[in-house]
């Protein structure tokens, strides 16, 4: 008798567990869960590349085999499925597969996707192999950037500019459609991105709600939407405007904004130079890829209380979007010495945290270590 109740104690603690933390319908309901478990002192783990859109078997996750553990976050990005880069073939294979993915995880888990975009840049038409669409290399051979066109975000809100999104720069510029200026071609992506946002509905045609992060690391200068192609008042108009033409386009979708600088801020008011404001913000993250370094430690913890102050009087969800291992010397300690020293401080509270990369476990304790990060009980997954 003592062992069918305890065994009815436990069926039913995670029950209401799982009841709870995903039991999410729509945007509204996701900004409470993630307000109510980062008021808790507990955090969404979320994973980028959990499932591979580019890989044959879509759903197969390599996190998953590594941990054996599935998220009720997971990041995706709509890069593969927009712009006119890609031929048109392969962008919908991509964007079958991620609303495939996107229904399936909700079918099955009530999981929902966080998503980046990286687009490309309209006047340059490369890919990683020579240089990523979105970023901006004016010394790079063979690119011909024209540098006439550097604050390409001005042109696209003051419907300005010239003949942009020729295509592939590998296929000379044989893309069968062109655009007469950046506006026309960056409300055409923005169509595209809404026409797949369209698409996440459940069985019964309800929206799957999603988390979209727009325009990130912006106080940089590597992507053109940067401190560098853009003015403060014009990143906080693009961003806005962005937000404007995905709700235009799919009216009855429902999204979780987030704002996300990078890590390259010291002060508050260097953090939120570019925050277009609490009517088009949800949460408001950053990304840090120094988290790991032992040296520079304290000022990753430092930034992660003051988006968490930041947060907390904007009435808002804090998190980090984008962070990994990148030290070698803390590859076996990275969740435990770091991560985790950043999560239990007593002056952070971050609704979510995302890792980039799914990586490589070349050790034990390298698996050790992540499996006992994802058994804390202020990780929620």
């Known amino acids: 008798m003592k062992k069918a109740f305890l065994l009815f104690l436990f069926v039913i603690t995670n029950v209401v567990s799982f009841a709870q933390w995903n039991n999410w319908t ?30 044959k078997d879509i759903f197969s996750s390599k996190f998953k085999k590594q941990t054996g553990e599935s998220l009720y976050i997971y990041g995706l990005d709509f890069y593969y499925s927009t712009g006119t880069y890609f031929r048109p073939s392969y962008k919908s294979k991509m964007r079958n597969n991620i609303i495939a993915i996107v229904k399936k995880q909700w079918r099955e888990r009530r999981a929902i996707p966080s998503f980046s975009w990286h687009l490309e840049n309209p006047y340059v038409t490369s890919d990683f192999g020579v240089s990523m669409g979105c970023r901006f290399h004016t010394k790079r051979k063979g690119i011909n950037y024209p540098k006439k066109h550097v604050y390409v975000i001005n042109e696209i809100l003051n419907n300005k500019g010239e003949r942009c999104g020729m295509g592939r720069y590998k296929d000379d510029h044989t893309n069968n459609v062109s655009y007469p200026n950046p506006r026309k071609w960056f409300i055409d992506q923005c169509k595209e991105v809404a026409s797949i946002i369209n698409e996440f509905v459940d069985d019964n045609g309800k929206p799957i709600p999603i988390i979209f992060r727009l325009w990130h690391e912006c106080e940089n200068s590597w992507q053109w939407w940067g401190s560098g192609m853009v003015s403060v008042s014009d990143y906080k108009k693009f961003f806005i405007y962005t937000e404007k033409l995905i709700k235009k386009y799919a009216p009855k979708s429902q999204i979780v904004w987030a704002y996300c600088p990078n890590r390259d801020w010291n002060t508050e008011q260097e953090f939120m130079l570019r925050y277009p404001g609490d009517d088009y913000v949800d949460i408001i993250g950053y990304d840090d890829y120094k988290l790991s370094d032992p040296y520079k430690f304290a000022k990753s913890r430092e930034k992660a209380r ?18 990994a291992n990148t030290c070698k010397k803390t590859n076996n300690v990275f969740f435990k010495n770091y991560l985790s020293k950043i999560l239990l401080d007593k002056q952070v509270r971050l609704g979510i945290v995302q890792i980039w990369g799914v990586g490589e476990f070349n050790h034990q304790s390298q698996y050790e270590d992540r499996k006992q990060f994802l058994n804390q009980p202020y990780i929620i997954k």
């Open 26 to 55: 729509d945007a509204n309901s996701v900004k409470r869960n993630l307000l109510l478990a980062q008021s808790k002192g507990k955090t969404y783990f979320s994973q980028y590349h959990l499932y591979n859109v580019r890989e």
């Open 306 to 323: 003051i988006v968490s102050s930041v947060a907390e009087r904007h009435k808002k969800i804090a998190g980090i979007f984008e962070t």
